[in-house]
Structures are given as structure tokens and as C-alpha cells.
Nanobody, 117 residues
């Protein structure tokens, strides 16, 4: 099992950028499928982006073209670069890791992202 710690959240104005980081420990990071999810108040948790052990990526429709997921296996870290942020991106963002499928396995504690003027 892998332990995950997110960082990089905060308050940003609409149109701004943030980069989230998720540091992993406790297992062979490079073999894991990694994902970012988010959950806004009163809404279900949704997939934001995912990246395979080989570097293939996938994105939720609402963030395509604005967000970029990447990983640095040497640093056991996955990133989420968020550009052109909108108020509707406001949520708690969670890191996820599993060897087989997104949405299973290990979760971080979450980091709050607030987009507001």
C-alpha cells in the first residue's frame, strides 16, 4: 500500500493557476496508476485526471485543455498543473493510487482549492 500527501492548494483568482503535488511513499510508485479527483460541497467526487505507469493521460471533460497531469517517478510525485481556473473548479482535490484501476486503493487527505475574486 502507498501513502499519499497532497500539497499546493489555496485561494486563487479566476483565470489564475495552481500546481498541486502528491508525494507517495511506502511502495513502488512507478508501477502505480495515479489520479486526481475532486469533490465540491454537495456534489459527488469526480475524476479530474489520471496517468498510467507508462505516462498515458486522461482527463475529465470539464478540465480538458486547462489541466495537465504529470509524474516524476524519481521523486515519487504526481502533479496537477491547473490553468485558467474557474470558480466551478473550487473543491477539495484528492490524490489516488492503485495498481489496477482509478478510484480504488489509496487516497490522500485532500487539499482545498478555492477560485474566487
Amino acid at each position: 500500500q502507498v501513502q499519499l500527501v497532497e500539497s499546493g492548494g489555496g485561494l486563487v483568482q479566476p483565470g489564475g493557476s495552481l500546481r498541486l503535488s502528491c508525494a507517495a511513499s511506502g511502495s513502488i510508485f512507478s508501477t502505480y496508476l495515479m489520479g486526481w479527483y475532486r469533490q465540491a460541497p454537495g456534489k459527488q467526487r469526480e475524476l479530474v485526471a489520471g496517468i498510467t505507469s507508462g505516462g498515458s493521460t486522461m482527463y475529465g471533460d470539464s478540465v480538458k485543455g486547462r489541466f495537465t497531469i504529470s509524474r516524476d517517478n524519481a521523486k515519487n510525485t504526481v502533479y496537477l498543473q491547473m490553468n485558467s481556473l474557474k470558480p466551478e473548479d473550487t473543491a477539495v482535490y484528492y490524490c489516488n493510487a492503485d495498481t489496477m484501476a482509478l478510484g480504488r486503493g489509496s487516497w490522500g487527505q485532500g487539499t482545498q482549492v478555492t477560485v474566487s475574486s
